[in-house]
């Protein structure tokens, strides 16, 4: 062991014992962006040797957004989102304080490095119009979380903005209205080959794509996020992603961690100062930086650049300075109802026997929800007049189809039909989700929506997976399938083996159908 590691240890040891001569520490909970789980060590240890009892749950920048607007209780003592412009928009109680940048993250492009290679990018200067024309020509396809869900699509969507305009340094709200910069943001957005809300799980899809033979192009994600996906893909024998760092401009993450004040005491709030000062002193920071995340000057030094993949934080960036927050929230919102790519969204609605009473009533208030624009814009789920909604509720046969555009009086037919179901008889999903694809091809065969079926459902379903599996290989195996459980007996593993097939995830609604319905639309 050398010097250094000697002194951590040393220190470390110091720690736990004063800990344990100690009161024990408060009851603490964070929330955090899923991009920090590989610094939840730091954080047990530091807990540890204060003997307090820490939780740490992962939510989307936007969900820990949510939960700070004023009048909700966040239920945590402290936030670690992605990014300030998190807190900045939401927080308008201004309830987080004492908020410091534990690290930095640039959103880059990975490409897998023999598609760089034969893009003609590998040791070359790359800029956001050669992104474009790889996209416009058919030659590139990524993974990329929503723009309006998750922060490191935020992060690329403003990036793409910022290259549009031609200036990284200051977007403008009059910036969003010019033609030519929406076009070229739109071409981008076209490239969307699979979205999701959670950077972490776009992650898992790419090595997930390795293994299955899906095979991505390309994500963007945090630098530090595609250097974990290498290791372990490297791990597996994969080939790694190549870092792509537009030369027009990055967006940065500063991954801030705020105190939030709920009036739990002095003991709380001391708790809170002595763990971000923990995770800012210069051992820390050392590990931290050790991650492949960037630290403040003079804290740590950076880990080596990697000729191999390109990676490389010691990298001088120009960097997208964030807006002011009426202009981030003017840009998600013409984000979700103009240049995304739009969706094909097939929604499998259980009506069966077993929903009568408390899961009947979630649905239908789920699907309130889902279809009444002035809700769903509230949390930037809204649908455009591009996208396409099939529902197809079902019992032991799908009942019946009715289909429309995200148009608000589209959207109100299907709600005024919807209502009007009620409970009764079997429950056969497989056979909605085969109907569902059968109802999808014409728009499908077009390649211009994002597609996914969603079946909700409390998961026990008759018939065999076959009748879906075998209508799914047979249509190209395009279409992800999310499942959402609810009612009082919820069973997921039938949907588990859907989602694991499919490249989708299954959603918890039996808390909050709603709730899970909206993480849905971040998926698609």
Not at 150 to 167: C, D, E, Q, R
Not at 192 to 219: H, I, P, Q
Not at 226 to 248: R, V, W
């Amino acid at each position: 062991m050398n010097k250094a590691a000697l002194r951590v240890a040393a220190g470390l040891l110091l720690a736990l014992a004063l800990g344990a001569c100690s009161a024990p520490g408060p009851q603490f909970t964070i929330l955090s962006g899923s991009e920090n789980d590989v610094l939840e060590p730091m954080v047990r240890e530091f807990c540890r040797s204060r003997r307090a009892d820490c939780s740490v749950k992962y939510q989307g920048s936007l969900d820990i957004a949510l939960a700070l607007k004023a009048g909700n209780d966040p239920g945590a003592d402290a936030v670690w989102p992605a990014a300030s412009i998190w807190i900045d928009m939401f927080d308008t109680a201004r309830r987080v304080k004492s908020v410091k940048s534990i690290a930095q993250m640039p959103v880059i492009l990975g490409v897998k490095r023999s598609k760089a290679q034969a893009l003609g990018w590998v040791g070359a200067k790359v800029t956001t119009k050669d992104i474009l024309a790889a996209v416009e020509g058919g030659r590139l396809k990524f993974l990329m979380t929503s723009a309006t869900q998750s922060n490191s699509g935020a992060s690329a969507y403003l990036a793409m903005l910022a290259a549009g305009i031609g200036k990284p340094d200051l977007i403008e709200s009059g910036d969003l209205d010019k033609p030519e910069v929406l076009a070229t943001v739109r071409g981008l957005l076209r490239g969307v080959e699979r979205s999701s809300g959670s950077s972490g799980w776009l992650a898992d899809l790419y090595r997930e794509g390795e293994r299955t033979g899906a095979r991505y192009e390309a994500m963007w994600n945090y630098e530090a996020v595609i250097k974990e996906t290498n290791d372990k893909l490297i791990a597996d024998k994969k080939e790694p992603l190549y870092a792509i760092y537009p030369e027009d401009g990055v967006s940065v993450g500063d991954s801030p961690l705020g105190f939030v004040d709920r009036g739990r005491g002095k003991e709380v709030e001391s708790f809170f100062a002595d763990l971000q000062a923990f995770l800012l002193k210069g051992d820390t920071q050392a590990r931290i930086a050790a991650t492949g995340r960037r630290v403040e000057l003079g804290r740590a030094a950076p880990i080596k650049a990697d000729p191999a993949t390109n990676l490389d934080p010691s990298r001088a960036l120009t960097v997208v300075r964030p807006p002011e927050p009426a202009v981030i929230q003017k840009a998600l919102s013409l984000y979700q109802e103009a240049l995304r790519r739009p969706s094909l969204t097939a929604l499998c609605i259980d009506v069966s026997g077993s929903m009568k009473g408390h899961g009947e009533e979630q649905l239908l208030e789920a699907m309130r929800f889902l279809l009444t624009p002035v809700r769903t814009r509230e949390v930037l789920v809204q649908w455009s007049k591009q996208d396409r909604i099939i529902v197809l509720p079902f019992s032991d046969r799908v009942l019946w189809t009715a289909a429309g555009s995200g148009d608000d009086n589209d959207q109100t037919a299907i709600l005024t039909k919807t209502l009007e179901l009620r409970a009764r008889d079997g429950t056969d999903f497989y056979t909605c989700g085969a109907r569902a694809l059968a109802e999808m091809k014409p728009v499908l065969d077009a390649g211009q929506h994002l597609p996914a079926i969603v079946i909700m459902t409390d998961g026990k379903s008759q018939g065999a997976m076959t009748t879906f599996e075998a209508a799914w290989r047979a249509d190209g195996r395009r279409v992800p399938v999310f499942g959402v459980t609810f009612g009082d007996d919820a069973d997921r593993s039938q949907l588990d083996s859907l989602a694991t097939l499919t490249g989708g995830r299954v959603f918890d609604g039996t808390k909050s159908l709603t709730q899970a319905f909206r993480a849905v639309r971040g998926y698609n």
